[in-house]
């Protein structure tokens, strides 16, 4: 079946770039998504890239997906205390109802 | 103006008990969603409902019951609480075929 696999920490300094990784599994992915929960809060959609993109760049968030390799990436540039949150990587299928899958999330840690 | 709300934000109830949730979103999106988040903040999807109908429905104890009476509702009742079903429950709407719009979560512990 489908599946979702990121790394569940990932520690960074401030000022640095964070980068998530992901990888998926189905070849019929038409969405990928990258969604931000902070403590005791909701997923919050950060940014999606459609699968005949190869990158989209949004202030300091760089989206990098590479088809043939099902792998998706999220760097943050310049990452400060307020970027400290559970990172999720999620995809959907052309052929499922609109389920979206998600991964086990990424928990970024920043350290001063 | 919350785009998707859930209440109770936190409930807490013995083993046993039936309680609901309920979500509403005022964003005019056609398909709705239940989320279960565990302890380990894993999510996966339990029911998904298109302009009331049922679309998805995941391996989920008969327990849980989801309801749509239009397409701006979607709530949850769960009979016979039970330990494991202590979570965080999320909704989520969307326009056909694009992201999620979550609400904040219902966070439900079973004593």
């Known amino acids: 079946g489908e599946d979702v696999e990121q790394s569940l920490f990932l520690s960074v300094r401030e000022g640095d770039s964070s980068v998530i990784n992901c990888t998926y599994t189905d070849s019929s992915s038409t969405y990928l998504y990258w969604y931000k929960q902070e403590p005791g809060a909701g997923l919050q959609l950060l940014t999606y890239?459609?699968?005949?993109?190869d990158m989209k760049q949004d202030q300091r968030l760089t989206v990098l997906l590479n088809k043939k390799d099902k792998h998706l990436s999220l760097r943050i540039a310049d990452t400060q205390t307020g970027d400290s949150a559970i990172y999720f990587c999620a995809e959907k299928g052309m052929n499922r109802d609109d389920k979206i899958i998600f991964g086990k999330g990424t928990r970024l840690h920043i350290l001063p | 103006d919350t785009a998707v709300s859930q209440t109770p934000k936190y409930l807490v109830t013995q083993m046993g008990n039936d309680k609901s949730i309920k979500c509403e979103q005022n964003l005019g999106h056609d398909t709705m969603y239940w989320y279960k988040q565990d302890s380990k903040k894993f999510l996966k999807i339990m029911f998904s409902?298109?302009?009331?109908?049922?679309?998805i429905n995941e391996t989920v104890p008969n327990r849980f019951s989801p309801k749509s009476p239009d397409k701006a509702h979607l709530n949850l009742h769960i009979n016979s609480l039970e330990l494991g079903d202590s979570a965080v429950y999320f909704c989520?709407?969307?326009?056909?075929?694009?992201?999620?719009?979550f609400g904040s979560g219902t966070r439900l512990t079973v004593v």
């Open positions: 409902y298109n302009n009331k109908e049922l679309i």
């Open positions: 989520a709407s969307s326009p056909r075929g694009y992201g999620y719009t």
């Open positions: 890239i459609f699968s005949n993109m």
